[in-house]
T-cell receptor, first 115, second 112 residues
Framework: DAEITQSPRHKITETGRQVTLACHQT?????MFWYRQDLGHGLRLIHY???????NKGEVSDGYSVSRSNTEDLPLTLESAASSQTSVYFC??????????????FGPGTRLTVL | GQQLNQSPQSMFIQEGEDVSMNCTSS?????WLWYKQDPGEGPVLLIA?????ELTSNGRLTAQFGITRKDSFLNISASIPSDVGIYFC????????????FGTGTRLKVLA
């Protein structure tokens, strides 16, 4: 079955380190998204991509970057981890259809702790 | 960033009761999605709605796309303990982007 996976599921790192979170989907979806989920803030969009070589900033993109070299993967990189980036990170993907119908599916999440 | 108004924020109900929750927006949406999130897991899609007035069921769950296109409702009939979790709505606007706006979530607790 097609799916979306994230790795690692849990990560502890130190302030200042570079961290990369992986996201892989096997639906062949064009659109991929990264969110962070924090108490009191709900899901907030970090970066998104509508296809290979396309990346866009979301509402909380500072300190994060993404790259899209193929359809299946959208890794999220924290350039220099900060304690404020301790959060649960979700990757999602969707297909843009001619009819405009679009349904977004989420991965299982990565819990990141920055000490 | 923008969030949808979702209510109630939390609810405690007895097993077997029906549950209703809703999301409202100041903007018109083309698509409404409803998700359930269990602790430590990602949101799981329950129902997708694509047309104003559309009523769609998935087992004991029924959701409706409001005719004004600014709201959506989710009903759960005959609740069971495994219905516990956080329910999110998400709306896709008319701007031509594929970025969803998410509700603040309804935390449901079912008392056996």
């Amino acid at each position: 079955d097609a799916e979306i996976t994230q790795s690692p599921r849990h990560k502890i790192t130190e302030t200042g380190r570079q961290v990369t979170l992986a996201c892989h989907q096997t639906w062949n979806h064009n659109n991929m998204f990264w969110y962070r989920q924090d108490l009191g803030h709900g899901l907030r969009l970090i970066h998104y991509s509508y296809g290979v070589q396309d990346t866009n900033k979301g509402e909380v993109s500072d300190g994060y970057s993404v790259s899209r070299s193929n359809t299946e993967d959208l890794p999220l990189t924290l350039e220099s981890a900060a304690s404020s980036q301790t959060s649960v990170y979700f990757c999602a993907s969707s297909e843009s259809s001619m009819s405009g119908a679009d349904t977004q599916y989420f991965g299982p999440g990565t819990r990141l702790t920055v000490l | 960033g923008q969030q949808l108004n979702q209510s109630p924020q939390s609810m405690f109900i007895q097993e077997g009761e029906d549950v209703s929750m809703n999301c409202t927006s100041s903007s018109i949406f083309n698509t409404w999605l409803w998700y359930k999130q269990d602790p430590g897991e990602g949101p799981v899609l329950l129902i997708a709605l694509y047309k104003a007035g559309e009523l769609t069921s998935n087992g004991r769950l029924t959701a409706q796309f409001g005719i004004t296109r600014k709201d959506s409702f989710l009903n759960i009939s005959a609740s069971i303990p495994s219905d516990v979790g956080i329910y999110f709505c998400a709306g896709l606007g008319t701007s031509g982007t594929y970025k969803y706006i998410f509700g603040t979530g309804t935390r449901l607790k079912v008392l056996a």
